[in-house]
């Protein structure tokens, strides 16, 4: 299994950026894609998921309102388009794979099985 994260950059304060997490290797249909962010000397924390479906979605209180998670099952790739960022959303943002087969948590990093190799998000003042 592969996830390929794309899109970061560095953006000044209010503007958006919109990443990209191509996935590839197995059958995604049972997996939900979360987009998890590190800041340094913090832990990962999670931003946003979304069942492959795009049935269900999940938000951090800290980015609701202003990000949005979306899917496209024909490209295999989940979307975190980005607006009104702020310094503080300054990270490296990694996309990752869990499966929804039974029930657990979306907000955890532990749950999820598959990682992508981070992007960096930088946001000036």
């Known amino acids: 299994v592969q996830l390929q994260a794309s899109g970061g950059g560095l953006v000044q304060t209010g503007g958006s950026l919109a990443l990209s997490c191509a996935a590839s290797g197995r059958t995604f249909s049972s997996y939900a894609l979360g987009w998890f962010r590190q800041a340094p000397g913090k832990e990962r924390q999670f931003v946003a998921a979304i069942t492959w479906s795009g049935s269900s979605t999940y938000y951090a209180d800290s980015v609701e309102g202003r990000f949005t998670i979306s899917s496209d099952s024909a490209k295999n790739t989940v979307y975190l388009q980005m607006n009104s960022l702020k310094p503080e959303d300054t990270a490296v943002y990694y996309c990752?794979?869990?499966?929804?087969?039974?029930?657990?948590?979306?907000?955890?990093?532990?749950?999820?099985?598959?990682w992508g190799q981070g992007t960096q998000v930088t946001v000036s003042s």
């Open positions: 990752a794979a869990k499966f929804i087969g039974r029930p657990s948590s979306y907000f955890r990093s532990a749950e999820y099985r598959y």
